[in-house]
């Protein structure tokens, strides 16, 4: 499951303060939350829910969007922090790293073109 929707719907992201003051702009849509079931980690859903979030905001006209993943490379992380999925599968879904916001995490960007 992924959690998303426009800044002004999710306004209460982790580190705003300092996202604040380091955005250029605002996009039309962040995905702040993917959730995936202990029993199914390591599955590829986390993948899946977020490809299932760019198709509907796709759907919905798409614009620019913004993800704040955990940002560790090589670096084991308790699962329970991976509340907004890994800098990886955002890398793979076309995502581009924009700046680093927090200790672990960053901002990630991407425009998603309007389906019919």
């Known amino acids: ?9 999710l306004p209460n992201i982790h580190h705003r303060k300092q996202y ?16 995936v079931d202990k029993r199914h980690r390591r599955s590829g859903l986390a993948a ?15 614009g620019r969007v913004e993800g704040y993943p955990q940002d ?11 509340y907004n999925g890994t800098r990886h ?4 879904a076309g995502f581009a790293y924009d700046r680093p916001k927090g200790k672990n995490h ?3 960007t991407m425009t998603v073109e309007a389906t019919n």
């Open 1 to 9: 499951m992924a959690e998303y929707g426009t800044p002004e719907e």
């Open 20 to 35: 604040e003051e380091t955005a250029a702009a605002t996009p039309e849509y962040r995905i702040t939350c993917i959730y």
């Open 48 to 62: 899946l829910a977020l490809r299932g979030a760019l198709d509907l905001i796709a759907r919905a006209g798409g």
């Open 72 to 82: 560790t490379p090589g670096r084991k992380v308790n699962p329970s922090f991976l």
């Open 89 to 92: 599968i955002y890398e793979e």
């Open 106 to 108: 960053c901002v990630m």
